[in-house]
C-alpha cells in the first residue's frame, strides 16, 4: 500500500522485521516484533490507510499491482493463509478451546465407491487464466500432455494408515500415540481421543507419504497429474473455511466431485505430490521474485488442494503450495497414483 498510495511507513524500519526472506524462521522470536496490545493497535491502523488507499485508486489503469485489484486480493490471500498458519499452532495449546464444529461438511454417511478412479491421458491446459485472481507460480497457463493414470478416489484414511503403521513399524503420524489396546489417538485442541479410521489421515510428511505409496504399490501423483484429476472440483461443496475443524470422512461431499469422479480434492487436507517446486515455462516473477521464484528447485515440494482450514476463496484447483518434504505440522496428507495398464 506504500507505493500505491505514495505513503511513508507507518512506523520507520519496524517493516523490515516482517521480511520472511531476511528473517528466517528460527530467529524471529529474537526480533524486536509488536506484540499484545500495540500489535493490534498498529494493524488498525495499518488496515485503515490501506481503505483510504483503495478509495482513491483506479483498478482499471495500467499499473499491473492494481489491475483487477491484484494489490488487494494478495493482501486479503495472504491474512487468509496466515491464519490456517496460526491455526496450525492454536489447535496443540493445551485446553484452547475448538472454536466450532459444523457437523454439515460431514453430514451423513459417505458415499460408497470405488477405490481408484481413471483418469484419460490426453492434451490438458495446466495453470491459472487470467480472468481472475492468481500468483504467479499458476501461470502461464499453459498445455501438457498426459499419459492415462488411475488416482485414488479419496485420500488416504487414518484406518489406512495405522494399518501400515501396524504393519511395517513405520513412524505414525504427528501428534498419534499408541494406546495400549493396540489403537491409536489423536490431540486436537487440547483433547485427545481415538482416531476416526474414516477420516483423512494429516499432520504426515512426504517422506510418510511416499513410503505408504510404495508398501501400497502405487505412487505420489504428480502435481500435473492432480491438477487434471481436480479438474471440475467445487469449492462450494468441500471442507474448507475452518467450518469443521477437522476432515470430514472419506467420501463426503459426492456434490463437489472433480470431474474425473474423485473426491474431497479441495479442503480436507493439502495433498503432498511427487513434484518439486518450479516455475511453469515461460514463468515470470510478479510482483516480487522473492514470492515464488526464490523457493524453485528440489528443495521444496508441491502441495495441492487447500485444506479444512483454508479459505474458500483462496483455494482453487491451480492453487500450488510448498513446503519441505519433512514438514508435518502443516495440515499435510496425500492421495496415491499409479500408471494405468
Known sequence: MQ????????????????????NPRATRNELPLLRGSELRGYMGEVRERA??????????GSDPLL??????????????????????????VADYPCPGLDPAP?????????????????????????????YDNERPRHEVGIAPFEIDATPVTNG????????TGAEPPLYWRAEGSGEFSDTRFGRREPIDPREPVVHVSAEQARAFARWAGKRLPSELEWEVAAMGSDPDH????????????AGSLPSGAADSGALQMLGDVWEWTSSSFRGYPG?????????SEAFFGDEYVVLRGGCWASQRDVIRPTFRNWDFPVRRQIFSGFRCARDRA
Open 51 to 60: 481503505l483510504e488507499v483503495l478509495e482513491r485508486v483506479e483498478l482499471d
Open 3 to 22: 507505493k500505491i498510495g505514495g505513503r511513508e511507513p507507518l512506523d520507520g524500519e519496524l517493516g523490515r522485521f516482517y521480511d520472511a526472506i531476511e
Open 106 to 134: 460431514g453430514a451423513g454417511d459417505p458415499a460408497p465407491g470405488p477405490e481408484m478412479v481413471d483418469v484419460d491421458g490426453g492434451t490438458y491446459e495446466i495453470g491459472a487464466s487470467r480472468d481472475r485472481f492468481a
Open 283 to 291: 514463468f515470470r516473477p510478479f510482483p516480487y521474485p522473492e514470492y
Open 67 to 92: 489491475a483487477g485489484g491484484f494489490a488487494y486480493e494478495m493482501l486479503i490471500a495472504h491474512e487468509r493463509q496466515h491464519q490456517e498458519t496460526m491455526l496450525q499452532l492454536l489447535q496443540m
Open 238 to 249: 468441500a471442507n474448507l473455511d475452518q467450518r469443521r475443524y477437522r476432515p470430514a470422512p
Open 160 to 167: 489406512d494408515f495405522a494399518e501400515h503403521v501396524s504393519e
